[in-house]
């Protein structure tokens, strides 16, 4: 059974930071590319990044230079550092496994707000 757990939301005020985790399993999480998308209030997905089975990492305009996306092969886990968050980036975060983003976990709410 394919599992992808989120962690790591919370509330946070404007500028700051949070880590974002995704524990997967029931794949070769090594061998696939691995996407975070989200989902604001009243609004449809919206993709954030991806990073390749080697690495490569790929981001929208509006996250470049703020967001991380990063792996463990060796954990099959997934991350995503946010920094200098804005009010805008208040959304329910997923990790999802394919490019449609359908299969994907039950999502972490991060709320930005002072």
């Known amino acids: 059974e394919v599992q992808l757990v989120e962690s790591g939301g919370g509330l946070v005020q404007p500028g700051g930071s949070l880590r974002l985790s995704c524990a997967t399993s029931g794949f070769i999480f090594s061998n696939r590319p691995m996407h975070w998308v989200r989902q604001a209030p009243g609004k449809g997905l919206e993709w954030v990044s991806t990073i390749s089975s080697g690495g490569t990492t790929w981001y929208a305009d509006s996250v470049k230079g703020r967001f991380t996306i990063s792996r463990s092969n060796a954990k099959n886990t997934l991350y995503l550092q946010l920094n200098s968050v804005k009010t805008e980036d208040t959304a329910m975060y997923y990790c999802?496994?394919?490019?449609?983003?359908?299969?994907r976990g039950q999502g972490t709410q991060v709320t930005v707000s002072s």
């Open positions: 999802a496994k394919d490019s449609r983003y359908a299969e």
